[in-house]
């Protein structure tokens, strides 16, 4: 679910089951070009469609994290956003990017880094949909064990 579809009113009754919040990372730097922009865009809808969908009930969508001046920087503000969307009253907090290449970030408050595999003709491709189950379904077993 995204965060827009959230009426006020409904949060308190939703909030109980709304336990994990996905921070999508674009990664861009803004020295793309308007197609590669697209495009990256693109690949990081590819990789939170298959999670928002299989997980409808339990996930709220936040608005992306797009730009920041390096990798460093990126994972420093996003391991604060994770931190805040925790303290705000979501138990987990799992960033998702299109980028391979961040699936390395070191993100001590987020509770999964999720991102496609490098070079892959598919998007998303079904290894990405196997990894991406198992994470969060182990990552809520593990809590609830």
Not at 18 to 35: F, I
Not at 59 to 75: F, I, K, Q, R
Not at 80 to 99: A, D, M, N, P, Q
Request: glycine letters at 6%.
């Amino acid at each position: 679910m995204k965060f827009s579809e959230i009426e006020r009113e409904r949060w308190a009754e939703l909030q109980p089951y709304l336990d994990t919040a996905l921070l999508p990372l674009s990664g861009l730097t803004g020295k793309e070009s308007p197609y590669e922009a697209t495009a990256a865009l693109e690949r990081l809808r590819d990789a939170l469609d298959p999670i928002e969908q299989a997980y409808r009930g339990r996930v709220v969508t936040y608005p992306a994290l797009h730009y920041a001046s390096d990798d460093e920087s990126l994972a420093a503000l996003t391991d604060e956003l994770c931190e805040r969307l925790k303290r705000s009253g979501f138990r987990y907090c799992v960033v998702v990017t299109g980028e391979s290449r961040l699936r390395g970030l070191t993100v001590r408050n987020a509770s999964a880094v999720l991102g496609p595999e490098p070079e892959t003709k598919e998007a998303p491709s079904e290894l990405y949909r196997s990894y991406a189950k198992r994470t969060i379904e182990g990552m809520w077993r593990g809590a609830d064990a």
